[in-house]
């Protein structure tokens, strides 16, 4: 009798590790998705704070479990590009799709029986309409913006990250979170473009806040 046990999902998250962003760009600084999701708690915990103070009510324990997990699929399948994985509803719809079985049947084949609903509940898609879902995409975006602000910052002259830090940035602009959106507005982006940049920021960046005024 074979015995189901957690350690094949404690084992699992070193592969999260090993698996890296935007694969097949040159990049100066390499991310993997493991610490793509710690990050992303972190943003998530700031800007719900954020929300909190001005009056929101956040449900903490649902936030956390949404931004840690959010990426877990990815052991099974990779990180996909984002221009491909949103290359049409149909393709994004199918990725969820394929993602959201083999995440049901690890759950089923290797957590025990007494924690399966639990992290069935867990392991879901957690980007929603619950304010603590918006928060998971709005930081999930503002990793994205972050990581190809570094490879512009260095003099990264590929296209690819031109294109990610101006698609986050329109992305991050139009999130239905007022508070979050107006502060990372005023206040994150003021700073970004005061920063010493070998690529100018500051023209992709007032590009961008131009066209969603």
């Given amino acids: 009798m074979i015995t189901i046990g957690i350690h094949k999902f404690f084992t699992s998250l070193n592969d999260l590790e090993r698996i890296f962003r935007a694969p ?3 990049k100066f600084e390499e991310h993997n998705v493991a610490a793509h999701s710690w990050k992303v708690s972190q943003y998530a915990m700031f800007f719900g ?3 909190e103070m001005n009056g929101a009510k956040v449900d903490w324990k649902a936030l956390y479990e949404k931004t840690i997990n959010h990426d877990f699929a990815e052991v099974f399948i990779g990180d996909i590009k984002t221009p ?3 290359a049409s ?4 719809q199918m990725i ?3 993602e959201e079985k083999m995440m049901e049947k690890f759950i089923m084949e290797e957590i025990p029986s007494e924690f399966q609903e639990i992290f069935l509940e867990r392991m879901k898609e957690g980007k929603d309409a619950t304010l603590e879902g918006r928060l998971l995409e709005f930081s999930d975006k503002l990793d994205q913006f972050y990581e190809s602000f570094a490879e512009l910052k260095r003099g990264n002259t590929d296209k690819e990250f031109l294109i990610m830090y101006q698609h986050a940035l329109t992305k991050l602009l139009q999130m239905p979170l007022p508070v979050s959106v ?3 507005r005023t206040e994150i982006l003021k ?3 005061q920063e010493d940049t070998q690529i100018n920021i500051v023209d992709l960046t007032n590009e961008v806040l131009n066209k969603t005024k």
């Fill in 24 to 26: 097949g760009r040159f």
């Fill in 89 to 92: 509803v149909e393709l994004k």
């Fill in 84 to 86: 491909v994985k949103h």
């Fill in 96 to 98: 969820a799709h394929v």
């Fill in 182 to 184: 107006q502060y990372f």
């Fill in 49 to 51: 704070t954020l929300e």
């Fill in 191 to 193: 700073d970004v473009m």
